[in-house]
């Protein structure tokens, strides 16, 4: 389970961080009338919440998904051949 939980963080951890990193390069090339940067100056306050509320969304979803998956997965599949190996 320790394995399992380490591999499910470290990939929704990589996920997440490529879809903060691409949600901040659009909204910095679509940047509509100077709001995240003009004249050299960059407003964090309007461009960084793009990239965390979109990387814990997506961190949040992908271990959600994966921990249920998983759980699926132990529940329907190996917890029965468990059993059927201990009858044999």
Not at 3 to 14: G, R
Not at 63 to 84: D, E, M
Request: net charge positive.
């Amino acid at each position: 389970m320790v394995k399992s939980s380490k591999a499910i963080f470290l990939i929704s951890t990589l996920i997440s961080l490529l879809v903060c990193s691409g949600i901040l390069y659009i909204t910095w090339q679509h940047n509509p009338q100077c709001e995240f940067h003009c004249n050299n100056q960059i407003n964090w306050l309007a461009w960084l919440p793009y990239g965390l509320i979109s990387g814990a969304l997506s961190f949040l979803l992908i271990v959600g998904l994966a921990f249920g998956a998983n759980t699926l997965i132990k529940a329907l599949v190996i917890a029965p051949y468990n059993k059927a190996i201990k009858r044999d």
